[in-house]
DNA sequence: GTGAAAGCGCTAACAT
DNA sequence: ATGTTAGCGCTTTCAC
């Protein structure tokens, strides 16, 4: 067995090897340098750095050229059920796109956040694609104040500092009221986000107004706050639901998991669903479908939502003429109807 | 606003704005050396960088170093609801420990698992904690080859070429079949993960030798091997079950995935789970809970899983003398006895 | 078309 | 206790 084990091969192993200079080697071996060797060495090049197993050092490059190929996804937590293939897409395209992708996780803590996104850019990522962020973040100003490029996902803060690829929360709001309207429901509760989440505020707003345009009056129409996107956020909020508003036929909550809280509570103190409530999800978690009470829900975009903004972040990462404004794009969610949702009782 | 966005605050910018030498500085603003410097320039140093906003580059620390504070791990597919809960668990450990995880998925395709493999070498992880091996895996002999601290987890190579933390498949395997057992169960097949992969060959041995232990006659505990560990391998491997063995009261799947295709073509043929053939998974993915049918499982011990390879793959980067020849971890998974199981009809 | 030399930002000798 | 120097591996002027 061979005893350099830990021994890299580098350019000049290979240059000495040929009896060349580094930087010939450095220019064979570089597709945008190419052009500037002759064909032979180039094929040279090759073959003897494929040969020695010669594989270029990625710090030393990053280090001389600044761009590291990377790009970094802040995600609250790999746990909630919605970020794989939201992850799982972003990853794809990047990595077909010669990109790595480096994945940081803020647990909704701002300031993990915030010192995460600072490792991110400290560690000279290319772009940051930020699917964690608050209303006011200063995670977001970090990456503005540095020029990193940005693209929020999902979740974005007030002012439209950076791109963004959204879904349409009202879009989504509307077509389960619709949905539970038709089905004869006229006392709609909402179990609403945190106020400090956009979508939480957006889904909030959408559902006051969208009662207001179905002549559904405010106190028919009950918004209820979590203090999480959690299912034990979700099952706390229903126990104030129900103490003040035992009347309500059917709950909006703001996402799957309040609503899996939600039905949890409420079996607890003996609610059928549907028949005694209907309730409705936001997001299409995997395996709903398996679920005893599969919910009726409004499914994201996914692939667009992955695709749109690795498409945005590598615009301003090259510098596009079409990344000199913040640019917003609002994805439609889809209504998906299954079991939890039916006409009201009597 | 400042028109130096993109420039970097470098030790010599510290340096030379507190009038002192870099080496000061980096020597300041290093655990390992600050012993080496002043008491008072400590915490000039400190105050001053952090004014200035400086943060080290560790592309450059690594390139020095050699050592980059970052561990790989290898996952088939972070679609996979098994692996979410492994991921957080080595990440959160690692990040405590000062180290950083990087994702490489190999969508359970051997080529692609060694470029990945390569690259995270490529990129200088000071050590690989692996959960996609095969039996056969050139990925392995790479990291061996290099040099690379490497733990297999859950999934492994035939031989013990490297530390591994494993569950216990026998152990999980009996408590299921005993279960089955003791409801009255006398036809109970297996459908097996491929052969390829060591918990698919571990698990359909562990059935075959545990159906002797139980006095059950080969031909009355059959195995059906799947092509793949998902719903759809275990669909088909159903289909063919129950044409070659419809006497079969019990299936053991060889993961939650597989009973699931199992289960969805069972009552495509009109079977009611569990009273006309009982189910049982393993792995005790996520929401299981919430199923319409709730899987009876086997749960895995990821803290353990992760808290081990964690500490097994910090004590090779170490050099500690207790990592001079692989060790192998077998922990044990617990019965999660739900609703898919009961006595056989009749 | 190719080579020599400098430098990205850091740290570890080797001075002093 | 601190400064000076060199070099990690690469790319990129600038020469020829």
């Known amino acids: 067995m061979d005893n350099d084990k830990n021994k890299r091969i580098t350019v000049k192993d290979v240059a000495a090897a040929l009896g060349i200079s580094p930087s010939t080697v450095s220019r064979a071996l570089s597709p945008e340098k190419q052009h500037l060797v002759s064909d032979r060495v180039i094929e040279l090049v090759e073959k003897k750095s494929e040969e020695m197993g010669y594989t270029a050092n990625p710090m030393a490059t990053a280090l001389k050229r600044g761009a590291t190929k990377t790009i970094g996804m802040m995600i609250p937590d790999i746990l909630n059920p919605i970020f794989p293939p939201l992850v799982h897409e972003i990853q794809q395209l990047t990595n077909k796109l010669g990109y790595t992708l480096t994945l940081a996780y803020t647990e909704n803590n701002q300031e993990l956040a915030l010192e995460e996104v600072k490792r991110l850019i400290a560690r000279n990522v290319d772009g940051i694609i930020l699917a964690s962020a608050f209303r006011k973040d200063p995670t977001v100003d970090y990456c503005l104040d540095h020029g990193k490029p940005l693209v929020q996902v999902n979740r974005v803060i007030d002012n439209l ?31 609403a986000g945190p106020n400090e989440i956009s979508s939480g505020l957006s889904r909030r707003h959408a559902f006051i107004s969208i009662a207001d345009m179905f002549d559904v009056s405010p106190d028919h129409a009950p918004v209820i706050s979590a203090r999480a ?11 104030i639901l129900l103490k003040e508003h035992p009347e309500v036929t059917a709950v909006i909550a703001a996402n799957d998991l309040l609503a899996l809280g939600c039905i949890e509570e409420l079996e607890a103190v003996g609610k059928i669903i549907p028949n005694d409530i209907s309730v409705t999800g936001f997001n299409d978690m995997p395996y709903l479908d398996w679920f005893r009470i599969p919910l009726t829900t409004v499914s994201l975009p996914q692939t667009q939502l992955g695709d749109q903004s690795v498409r945005m972040l590598l615009s301003q990462i090259r510098k596009d ?18 079991k939890s949702t039916t006409t009201p009782r009597k």
């Open 321 to 338: 003429s079409d990344s000199a404004f913040p640019r917003k794009v609002l994805l439609q969610p889809r209504l998906v109807v299954r």
């Open 229 to 239: 996107f959690s299912e034990l956020a979700g099952k706390d909020a229903t126990k």
């Open 161 to 191: 500092a950076s791109d963004q690829v959204l879904v349409d929360d009202r879009e989504g709001i509307y077509q389960l009221f619709e949905h539970l309207y038709k089905l004869g429901h006229r006392h709609i509760a909402h179990i």
